[in-house]
């Protein structure tokens, strides 16, 4: 009988036993459902079973892990509901974007999506939690499991599959129906217990609780600008022929990655010139206010915009709002007492506003300087005064936050809000989290700018993402212009330099399992190399190379 080391207690247990026996049994000390375990240094799934000595630590759906392992159940069985709700005219579900807490489904087939069909898959999927259906995985040969995929119509999963260096494929079986999720799953139907599936758009919307909140549904505000931009990429992307890392792979094998990259430059190049018309258009702008969250290429957008603005006969000059943080010992503190550099009160927001405001009535200023060494703003003799057709180009993470702009008149003001809105797919089911390209482009930017190591970076994310929730994400729909940075072929560059950093993480250290994770999503892609990049290249900002000081 094997002994588990389970909260410092150890205990035998039948060879044989699966976890979620062993979970039942200490649920009544969590607050939250658990979902899986660690076993030892590694990941299982509470179907599976205990067959050695081992630690044992359980992960809830609190956790990032387990929210995800919550998640991927759910949308496999909206996936099931929608193929049994839609009979005779089968239809193909394709997991598309993240809105807030709740996940945009578009769904193709031989008739349209009504709010009836809506209520029709909620009540579907209801009936599964009600009836407990297993959720089984089994490991199936390459080969094998392609011809699975190939049965089911996942032409996608084909392709994505040409390209594994497994042998191995584990495929999910739910009520007779075959797919494939990246990542881990909940052994039977009846723990999705809250969710709430409606009519959106032309496809479904299906909402899921939060880590924050994970046994209720958090709807969120509608997110318009944000679902407007994402269709946007969608549509560059399928303009292109690229929706899924299977096409991509296809495409570089084929010797088009040069046009496929360069049709890319050129529509953000577009895009951002359209955003510099309307600026231009707006003849009281006399702020362009960017902000986004971490690794989006604010510099570089930057920059690229103030080119743009430039061809209209526009002098923009950029202006970083760390210049106006507080001096270090007035910095607000967290609980655990160290600074709080991304709270509003980190800046001198009443310095700010007088000094946008003397420079709006035409008075010469002289603009800080804040020294991150000494951690005192310094005054160097650097004077600003506006002319007839200067813009300040602002960029900081409070910019689209009308507390920090609030002397300015708001036709003075024009928002801006970035973000890398990654919308390629590993495939159909198995969407790419926007906040996985932002940490792997800050892991390697980081790396190459800072000596940070992929382990120091993956330590702080949670920290940097809790405040972009704080002081980002509740003012990107109040930009007057969202722009998307992502790349479709950057993951594909980003793989050679993140692989190296992620392998030097090493068993036992807390930010393993994250590494082995983002190790194995890079798999599924066909690297490519960076020397082809222009040398304006958002890209660029994180791997090296860039005309801009990024």
Not at 71 to 99: H, N, W
Not at 138 to 143: A, D, E, S, T
Not at 237 to 252: K, P
Request: glycine share 6%; proline share 4%; charged share 30%.
């Amino acid at each position: 009988m094997p002994t588990l080391i389970i909260n410092g207690e150890s205990k035998e247990y039948e060879k044989g036993m699966t976890f979620e026996e062993i979970a039942n049994e200490y649920q009544p000390k969590y607050e939250n459902q658990i979902v899986a375990v660690y076993y030892g240094n590694r990941i299982r799934e509470l179907m599976k079973k205990v067959d050695r000595d081992e630690t044992l630590s359980f992960i809830t759906t609190a956790d990032e892990i387990g929210n995800n392992t919550y998640t991927r159940t759910a949308i496999m069985m909206l996936i099931k509901a929608v193929r049994d709700v839609s009979g005779r005219q089968p239809a193909f579900t394709r997991v598309e974007y993240k809105i807030g807490n709740a996940f945009f489904c578009s769904i193709k087939g031989d008739f349209k999506v009504t709010e009836a069909f809506a209520e029709s898959v909620q009540r579907r999927m209801q009936d599964m939690v009600d009836d407990k259906l297993p959720i089984t995985k089994k490991g199936y040969p390459l080969g094998d499991a392609i011809e699975i995929f190939r049965s089911e119509g996942m032409d996608d999963k084909v392709r994505l599959f040409r390209y594994r260096g497994s042998s191995e494929v584990n495929v999910y079986k739910l009520d007779g129906f075959s797919d494939y999720f990246y990542g881990y799953m909940l052994p039977n139907t009846s723990y999705v217990k809250w969710f709430k599936v409606e009519k959106y758009h032309d496809g479904l919307l299906l909402h899921l609780p939060s880590r924050k909140h994970p046994d209720q549904i958090t709807e969120s505000e509608p997110r318009e600008k944000l679902f407007k931009e994402m269709v946007r990429a969608s549509s560059w992307g399928e303009m292109m022929g690229i929706d899924t890392v299977g096409d991509l792979n296809d495409a570089i094998c084929r010797g088009d990655f040069n046009d496929l990259m360069l049709v890319q430059e050129a529509l953000q190049e577009r895009r951002i010139g359209e955003i510099a018309l309307k600026i231009f258009e707006r003849k009281d702008v006399r702020f362009v206010m960017i902000a986004g969250p971490s690794s989006s290429g604010k510099t570089s957008f930057a920059n690229r915009l103030a080119i743009q603005l430039r061809t209209y006969g526009l002098h923009p000059h950029a202006i970083s709002l760390d210049n106006y943080f507080v001096n270090r010992e007035f910095t607000p503190l967290n609980e655990d007492g160290s600074y709080n550099f991304e709270c509003l009160e980190a800046l001198d927001v009443e310095r700010f506003n007088k000094d946008m405001v003397d420079l709006l009535n035409g008075r010469q200023i002289e603009m800080p300087y804040f020294n991150f060494v000494t951690g005192k703003r310094e005054m160097n003799g650097d004077y600003m005064q506006l002319g007839k057709d200067d813009v300040l180009v602002i960029e900081g993470i409070h910019g689209l936050n009308e507390k920090m702009s609030y002397a300015l008149p708001s036709e003075s003001k024009f928002k801006i809000y970035i973000s890398a809105l990654t919308t390629l797919s590993v495939d159909a089911h198995n969407r790419i989290p926007t906040t996985d390209g932002r940490l792997l482009r800050r892991i390697v930017r980081d790396a190459r700018t800072r000596g940070a190591t992929a382990k120091h970076t993956i330590a702080m994310w949670d920290s940097v993402r809790r405040g972009e929730e704080q002081n980002i994400f509740p003012y990107q729909e109040g930009a007057d212009e969202m722009f998307n940075s992502a790349q479709l072929y950057e993951l594909a560059v980003l793989k050679q330099y993140a692989e190296p950093l992620l392998y030097a993480i090493k068993p036992g250290e807390p930010e393993y399992f994250e590494s082995k994770r983002l190790l194995k999503f890079l798999g599924y892609f066909v690297a490519v190399d960076a020397q082809a990049l222009p040398k304006n290249s958002i890209t660029r900002e994180f791997v090296g190379g860039s005309c801009f000081k990024v």
